[in-house]
């Protein structure tokens, strides 16, 4: 691989390091010269996502509320594009919508217009939506908005004034559609814009839709109304007139939500889906919840199909809906080393891309002004209270360096004059509004409103709550604002001084704190104005300088392919090929994982996470490095999230066939379980279920959820990593019930998936996987028992050709087998590794042959531990002269310091080849009792079954336990079957056999398999 200089990177416009332009501030507003600003953004996180060798862990739900994870400073490249995405959201709409609401006053004609337009869209896209969702759910289109009333009954409205909605999900959508179309100044102060009218609103475009498909004709007001084709008044128009009895079909009021202030988390629903982005999944049903409880209502809404129209086969544009303009949506940028996480603008929060957040989500923070002597961030509302007075004291110009030379000669009076106050005095008369309401301040914190109302010039952070209250818009209370009643002094273009009342100019006391200042001599806080990456890494230490530098070298090619593409930064283009991912893993869990709804720790994706990094740092270890093929290029780990698809308990139906299966007197698992022992019986349902779900009608609905969850990785992967459907191999690793769930779908998998991948297919196949698996990993796997239950056998796939393997072969009739054979999978390799004190595995070898299996010696996973017992005993053989300890024994006392013992020499592997015997074997021929009792025929139709299903000869490999005199096989076997991701033994075989060079010929000496009777290898006679 090469190495790629920073100086390659030419920081053109094709370049992704290039510097951002700075937007060109507007005319009149004095600001002419005025420095760009060098934002940073940041993220909190205890595991630094350009660190892939970090051995830090992902906090548990209970830790995390401990202690604040350290701010992480995005790489140069991320950087860049995060800002680029950020200056792209900003509207001159909601900036002249907030300065108007800002100053009080009522938007222009033309404004208000633009205003009813999008309101409008807001509407219809809302009604539109919850038509379809609850004509999914069985109920006609709009019938909760009339309820049992006909139309045109004139019904009270409710006592307290609410506002009558068909769920309680559609209060959440309005106020996250609102929030992303207007800004909560703008909320705030125009009328037209609150909450329940805007449910009003939908309320009577569902009404209409109702009456359409009842074929009445609605009234014209109320046609109008639900059009939004009148005045943006009529849109506010109260229709809670025209149904009461709606709340008796269990309609709920608006006003019983908190539509003003948090509004709560969005009803558990899944959030990844095969949709092909992260975090969707569409929703034919309630399912249970997968998030951790902070994605925010936002995510649903910005992550869905094109917005404005339906989603799914909906008979909207069938009966002539209208349909909503597309609405402004949110900007998402991946980013870290591995590109596994991707920021959401403006929300400002970090998520994994491939897998469902599991505490894992965190806030990002755009930060304009720094602490100078530690270059941490200043608070945002703290940073834009400077940049305000910073651009209204236009200290870059030359004219502020005159008042400062001008005050010092006047002395500490003068002083005064240029000491500007942080926070406005509540005293002061121009910030209180005549409505009573809290002034704003001139420069917002709202993420929303900082990247659409502004240039660039504010400082946001993200949150971790549901929604923002926008009464956390306005300016904060005295006793709430940091640094209350400090002043600040600006030095120059770049430079401030925060002053605490003690250290402020003051002609009284005789303090002169500039003219220090202009000495040089530091007074309060020094503050700079734009983020310096070297003075950071100077603070922090040169560990962050190497990950940036490592960041820059190893980034993945999604966001420079274009650029490169065009004739570019060669930079790039080496980034590009120094970032692509040769081998792709993907790892699907076994059961249990219910349980992780409700205990997050047990969670699959912390063992996979901890997994990745620990695969990352075996690879750079140099003996694993000698053995890897020179194209290797890294492997990634990802997890395949698919029981949390699921919900069997509820009695929901996801489908058509389920819907028509249903009967009325159908019950559930709740009406059948007793009350006793709940916990008992919760863990034993959460963990122990899914083997009776699976060996019953249930069975296609785990498969098709597995197949669909996979795919919808993968082809995640490839879109976000081009080229890698072309060249890339796919690995599975399948852990317990996981595992026979893969052998059932690779048994009718296609022999071979043609590539490239297809990505203009809305969504992948549920049927069988849409990409090839090299080498298939159980772990802990009863695969063996489900292939004695239904009289199976492991059989290679016919006209599956492989590395190093005998075209004969693939098509002999005695030695493979054709699709939709239960055992005969469409793989090159498969390894069966289980824990010998595991209950739940049983062995696969001898679903090849019996007698062929018996024949072969135990076979161990190559092991870099050895016992003290075992260390002592070799050493007492050799004292008194007695034999040796076996190759795999005295491999397992050396191999810590180098592979080349235990058989793993690569230069072994690839000189030594079968059916050639070792150099100090002497060749032995048959006796004639063998030539007449044993079966060669058999044995060697075995032998070729067993080379076409694994390089090595055989599957089954045991995990070496700590052994010894102590062991306790009972004690152990209540772990031993969740032992295995943290196994390094396991760590470095997956490392070894995927990044070896494939074919039989290549295969690792320690690794083949040896014949019982005469240790030899298998094949050789």
């Not at 983020?531 to 560990?543: C, N």
Request: charged share 25%; glycine share 8%; proline share 8%.
């Amino acid at each position: 691989m090469t190495t790629a200089s920073p100086t390659h990177h030419t920081l053109t416009a094709s370049c992704r390091l290039a510097p951002v332009p700075a937007p060109v501030p507007e005319p009149g507003q004095g600001l002419e010269g005025i420095p760009p600003i060098q934002a940073q953004f940041f993220y909190a996180s205890p595991i630094p996502i350009d660190d892939p060798l970090s051995a830090a862990t992902i906090v548990g739900a209970s830790d995390s509320k401990l202690a604040k994870p350290p701010l992480r400073p995005f790489s140069p490249g991320d950087n860049a594009a995060l800002e680029r995405a950020w200056l792209g959201l900003a509207s001159g709409r909601d900036r002249r919508n907030h300065e108007h609401a800002r100053r009080n006053r009522d938007p222009s004609p033309a404004l208000s217009r633009e205003n009813a337009e999008k309101l409008a869209a807001i509407v219809s896209s809302l009604a539109a939506k919850h038509a379809e969702k609850h004509e999914r759910e069985g109920l006609a289109p709009g019938a909760v908005a009339g309820g049992a009333a006909g139309v045109g009954e004139d019904i009270a409205a409710p006592e307290h004034g609410g506002v009558l909605v068909c769920c309680a999900e559609l209060a959440i959508d309005a106020s996250a559609e609102l929030r992303m179309e207007f800004c909560a100044v703008t909320r705030r102060r125009q009328r037209m814009l609150d909450h329940d009218r805007v449910l009003e609103g939908v309320m009577a475009q569902l009404a209409r839709l109702r009456m359409e498909a009842e074929g009445a004709k609605p009234p014209a007001s109320e046609a109008g109304l639900a059009l939004g084709a009148g005045p943006v008044g009529q849109i506010a128009t109260s229709v809670g007139s025209r149904s009461s009895a709606a709340s008796a079909d269990g309609v709920v009021l608006a006003s019983s939500l908190p539509a003003g202030g948090f509004i709560p988390a969005r009803p558990p629903v899944l959030d990844d889906g095969i949709s092909g982005k992260p975090f969707v999944r569409v929703e034919p049903t309630t399912r249970s919840n997968r998030s951790s409880g902070v994605a925010t209502p936002d995510d649903k809404l910005a992550r869905t199909t094109p917005r404005g129209r339906a989603r799914g086969d909906s008979r909207a544009s069938a009966r002539g809906r209208p349909t909503a303009e597309k609405l402004e949506d949110s900007t998402e940028v991946p980013v870290g080393i591995s590109r596994l996480h991707m920021v959401s603008l403006p929300v400002l929060q970090m998520k994994p891309i491939y897998w469902s957040p599991v505490n894992d989500i965190t806030t990002v923070l755009r930060a304009t002004w720094f602490y100078r002597d530690t270059m941490v961030p200043v608070e945002p509302t703290v940073a834009n209270q400077l940049e305000a007075g910073y651009r209204e004291l236009r200290p870059w110009t030359e004219t502020w360096g005159d008042e400062l030379r001008s005050a010092l000669d006047v002395g500490s009076l003068g002083e005064e004059k240029v000491s500007h106050r942080l926070w406005p005095e509540v005293s002061d008369k121009r910030h209180q509004l005549k409505d009573g309401q809290q002034p704003e301040p001139p420069i917002s914190s709202d993420p929303f409103c900082a990247a659409r109302c502004f240039r660039g010039e504010a400082a946001a952070e993200g949150s971790l709550e549901p929604v923002h209250s926008e009464q956390d818009t306005a300016l904060a209370s005295p006793e709430s604002r940091l640094y209350a009643s400090y002043h600040v002094i600006y030095k120059d273009g770049s430079n401030a001084f925060l002053l605490k009342p003690s250290q402020k100019p003051s002609a009284y006391y005789g303090r002169r704190p500039v003219s220090k200042i202009m000495k040089g001599v530091a007074v309060g806080l020094p503050l700079v104005r734009g983020f310096d990456r070297a003075a950071f890494e100077r603070v922090h230490g040169k560990r962050a300088a190497s990950l940036g530098k490592s960041m820059e070298a190893a980034t993945p090619a999604a966001e420079i392919c274009q650029a490169t593409e065009h004739g570019g930064c060669p930079g790039c283009q080496t980034d590009k090929e120094r970032g692509q991912v040769t081998d792709l893993v993907l790892v699907a869990h076994g059961i249990g994982q219910k349980l992780s709804e409700r205990v997050e720790s047990y969670h699959f994706t912390h063992a996979v996470n901890a997994f990745r990094r620990a695969v990352n740092i075996e690879l750079n270890s140099p003996t694993v490095k000698s053995v890897l093929r020179p194209e290797q290029n890294g492997i990634m780990v990802l997890p395949v999230n698919w029981r949390h698809i699921l919900n069997f308990e509820g009695g929901s139906h996801t489908g058509e066939e389920d819907k028509n299966a249903h009967t009325p007197e159908a019950f559930t698992l709740k009406d059948i379980e007793p009350p006793t022992i709940p916990a008992v019986r919760s863990m034993i349902s959460d963990v122990m279920f899914d083997i009776p779900f699976y060996m019953s009608h249930l069975k296609p609905k785990m498969i098709a959820a597995l197949v669909s969850e996979a795919n919808r990785v993968y082809r995640l992967w490839c879109r976000n990593n081009p080229g890698f459907s072309e060249k890339g191999r796919v690995h599975l690793i399948a852990h317990s019930l996981g595992s026979a769930m893969a052998v059932e779908v690779l048994s009718k998998q296609p022999t071979r998936v043609p590539r490239p991948l297809d990505l203009s297919t809305p969504t992948p196949d549920p049927r069988f996987f849409e990409f090839d698996t090299t080498n298939l990993f159980l772990l802990g796997s009863p695969a063996g028992f489900f292939l004695l239950l239904e009289r199976g056998s492991l059989v290679p796939r016919r006209g599956r050709p492989k590395p190093g393997a005998d075209a004969a072969d693939t098509v002999a009739k005695d030695v493979v087998g054709d699709v939709g054979r239960f055992g005969c999978i469409a793989v090159d390799n498969i390894y069966n590794i289980l824990a010998k004190e595991d209950p739940i595995a049983y062995l696969l070898n001898g679903t090849i042959d019996p007698v062929y299996a018996a024949s072969l010696k135990v076979a161990y996973v190559p092991s870099m531990q050895t016992s003290f017992f075992k260390s002592v005993g070799d050493a007492v053989r050799g004292l008194t002269g007695s034999s040796g300890p076996s190759p795999a024994g005295a491999a397992a006392a050396a191999a810590s310091s180098s592979l080349v013992v235990d058989g793993l020499d690569p230069s072994a592997s690839s000189k030594r080849r079968p059916p050639g015997p070792p150099a100090a074997a002497a060749r032995r021929l048959p006796s004639q009792l063998e030539l007449e009792v044993h079966d060669f025929s058999r044995e060697e139709v075995a032998e070729r079954k067993a080379f076409l299903l694994n390089d090595n000869g055989q599957i089954d490999y045991y995990l070496r336990s700590g052994g010894g005199p102590l062991e306790m096989q009972y004690l152990n076997m209540l772990s031993a079957h969740t032992s295995y991701w943290a196994n390094q033994d396991l760590v470095r075989l997956l490392c070894l056999e995927i990044g070896r060079v494939p074919g039989r010929g290549h295969a690792l000496p320690a690794m083949r398999a040896v014949k019982r009777a005469k240790g030899r290898f298998v094949g050789e006679y």
